[in-house]
């Protein structure tokens, strides 16, 4: 199999899976004063060291979640449930994640105002419109991606964060798709906004570095106002409470760990990975278009998101998938319904252009043999999805 869904979720890493069993198989709640219990606590005090370090943030910031839904979720949600009397309305860029995009949704249904903000051509969140955006009257919060996870665009999240911090507004940015691909530093990212405004919460997911699904964490700011979601025990400064997940947050720890100390190579090796699919894909395809940033050091280094006009991106996927290749569309299919990538059409693309979009993502496991086997199928894949040949799957 070539599997070239990476940023769906990627291979879990075998050493973190070994910690993650050699850790679970420990008994002990880390909230109990007895030693099993404090032993418990120690691995997990260590783990959420561990990952501060690797996030750049303080231990005592890093939250542990069950992933970057409820990441996002905790710092969205939580923000706007602790807003200031009279500030009601959330910045929302275009083309985020549906789990920002849906909770500002369901906020707004409750009465928060959205102030949108649209994205450049080629996927980014312009600096001055987020700086308008965030300037505009009544905002309680702004939110935005580091890295678009579907076309891979890098946001300039210092500058952003630099904004919000002037216009005294708390900023949440989902670092799903970046974390393990870009440097992250919270207490860079921060700069030395005042208590409460500019970058206060960011949101990473460990299924997409090599931690087992389930994983996650929210680094919060000690000076955030944040309400929880969840009631309970009071765990983790209160902000998350429930009996913590001692073994996922030393996997998670690990494979933070190994993601950062293999960062910098790993981008090299597999932009160059990229770059070879990109160009294959065109020189067999040369209708085929690719989204996003064409510099390649604006974009994720190992994203590709390519429209191929005319043909249905489910038409492509099948046969990608026949010839034993997953990829995806733009977008995430819900109930097994492909709904038009709303990151493509937020690039300025039509519906129907959006409906042809597949995207190919590469990971710590993604090798050559990839690029062969896509480079392999593509051109016939594509005549056949267009219908300019017959398909002997039909
Ligand atoms: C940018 C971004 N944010 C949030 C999420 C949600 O994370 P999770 O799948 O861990 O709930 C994803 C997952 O694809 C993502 O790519």
């Known amino acids: 199999m070539h599997y070239l869904d990476h940023a769906a979720t990627t291979d879990l890493r075998p050493e973190a899976a070994e910690e993650w069993l050699r850790v679970a198989a420990e008994t002990g709640n880390a909230s109990s004063t007895h030693a099993a219990g404090q032993r418990a606590r120690r691995i997990l005090e260590e783990s959420r060291e561990r990952l501060a370090a690797v996030l750049d943030a303080d231990p005592i910031e890093v939250v542990f979640t069950s992933g970057g839904t409820e990441s996002v979720n905790l710092a969205v949600q939580g923000l706007w449930r602790s807003r200031a009397e009279g500030l009601d309305a959330v910045v929302l860029p275009d083309g985020e994640h549906h789990a920002t995009l849906d909770t500002v949704a369901a906020l707004a249904a409750e009465g928060a105002g959205v102030v949108a903000v649209p994205l450049d051509g080629v996927g980014r969140i312009p600096v001055s419109g987020f ?18 996870n579907e076309v891979g ?25 970046a974390f393990g691909h870009l440097p992250v530093s919270f207490r860079t990212l921060r700069g030395d906004a005042p208590a409460g405004a500019g970058l206060v919460a960011l949101s990473v997911a460990g299924h997409k570095i090599g931690a087992p699904a389930g994983t996650g964490a929210l680094v919060v700011a000690r000076t955030a106002r944040l309400a929880p979601l969840l009631h309970g025990g009071g765990q983790q400064r209160g902000l998350r409470s429930g009996t913590q997940d001692v073994s996922g947050a030393a996997a998670l720890a690990r494979a933070a760990e190994l993601a950062e100390a293999e960062r910098a190579a790993e981008a090299v090796r597999i932009a160059g990975i990229r770059d ?24 994720l280094p190992g994203n590709a998101n390519l429209l191929f006009p005319g043909a249905p991106s489910e038409s492509l996927l099948f046969l990608l998938d026949q010839a034993g290749i997953s990829a995806s569309a733009g977008s995430a299919c819900q109930a097994g319904i492909a709904e038009p990538s709303h990151v493509v059409q937020a690039l300025g693309r039509s519906e129907a252009e959006a409906r042809s979009a597949v995207r190919l993502t590469l990971g710590r496991t993604s ?7 896509v480079l392999a199928v593509i051109g016939d894949a594509y005549r056949r999805a267009t219908g300019s040949v017959r398909s002997d799957s039909r």
Do not use: F, K, W
Not at 276 to 299: Q, W
């Open 153 to 177: 665009t890098i946001n300039d999240a210092e500058a952003l964060s630099a904004v919000a911090a002037r216009a005294a507004v708390p900023l949440h940015l989902d670092a799903v798709a």
């Open 276 to 299: 070879s699919l990109v160009a294959g894909i065109r020189s067999r395809v040369p209708e085929a278009v690719l989204l996003g940033d064409p510099d390649p050091s604006g974009r």
């Open 131 to 148: 700086a308008d955006a965030v300037a505009s009257q009544g905002v309680s919060l702004a939110t935005a991606l580091v890295a678009n």
């Open 367 to 373: 090798t050559a043999a990839d690029v062969d086997a």
